[in-house]
């Protein structure tokens, strides 16, 4: 009976030292889903896919590093968070296969949201407008291009796997009104043929032509005609990632509410684009 019960006393003590063999899951049960406490994943590194030829929104400097407009709305957004970022250029047209295969957690590079991509991916709230317009070459004459229908018999570019691409794709009346319909792998490029005449117009996100403009000054004209209907950018994650996209959310808010990330589309813009609520 003695070694009984000194056996007995030692496998208890030997539960108490080990936090009462299995406390440690019960203990984690009671844990609140807004408790501060985060699980070990959460401080891992989060990599963000981009189009790193895609300026004002994410592109490479002089020096090669990748900077931008989101490239800098992410920055402080990881900071925030006391996470490490790493940028990843990708194959824009299949990024919706390297955010599911895991190579990457986060789209944040002027994404449109549509109906279809929403399909696919898990989508913060939007965080600024955007617009498809016409750029031309500049002239000192008014384009006689005032409204879609007017770029009839015209060659027309823009970006492969863009919302202008999309859209003028699902338009069968207007591309096939088109005297050409190019897509290119960067906008940069588009430009440079518009410049040289190989295209008379582009269709393309208006805060990124409007970069373009200021990087080549008296070289463009852009109109004020609107291609599709006015979208929407948000940061997109994996179907399933919501504890990632409500991390991130939730900083993002407090930049907007904190007025840092209006400084920062002021840095870019020369003026405050994000949009101020969710609705």
Not at 15 to 42: E, H, L, R, V, W
């Amino acid at each position: 009976m003695k070694i009984k019960n000194v056996l007995m006393t030692a496998l208890l003590a030997a539960c108490t030292i080990f936090t009462g063999c299995g406390g440690d899951n019960q203990s984690s049960d009671t844990n609140k889903p807004g408790d501060s406490a985060a699980p070990a994943a959460s401080n891992s590194k989060i990599v963000v896919g981009l189009d790193d030829e895609y300026p004002p929104m994410g592109f490479r400097d002089e020096k090669n590093e990748i900077t931008g407009f989101d490239v800098d709305l992410a920055k402080e957004a990881a900071k925030r968070l006391g996470r490490e970022v790493e940028f990843k250029a990708i194959d824009w047209s299949s990024k919706e296969a390297e955010l599911k295969s895991g190579r990457i957690d986060v789209l944040w590079n002027g994404l449109d949201i549509t109906p279809e991509r929403q399909e696919n991916m898990l989508f913060g709230n939007p965080y600024m407008d955007n617009r498809q317009v016409v750029f031309v070459r500049h002239s000192d004459e008014q384009s006689s291009i005032m409204s879609e229908a007017d770029l009839a018999g015209l060659n027309v570019g823009t970006q492969s796997a863009s919302t202008a691409e999309e859209y003028i794709n699902s338009n069968e009346q207007l591309k096939n009104s088109l005297g050409d319909f190019k897509t290119y792998g960067d906008f940069p490029t588009a430009f440079m043929d518009l410049e040289n005449g190989r295209l008379d117009a582009i269709v393309c996100d208006e805060i990124v032509g409007r970069y373009s403009m200021s990087k080549n000054p008296g070289k463009f004209d852009a109109l004020e005609v609107v291609i599709g209907p006015v979208s929407q950018f948000g940061i997109a994650f994996r179907k399933d990632d919501t504890a990632l996209r409500n991390e991130i959310q939730r900083v993002f808010d407090e930049m907007v509410t904190d007025g840092t990330a209006a400084k920062i589309s002021e840095t870019w813009f020369g003026a405050d684009l994000i949009k101020k609520s969710n609705s």
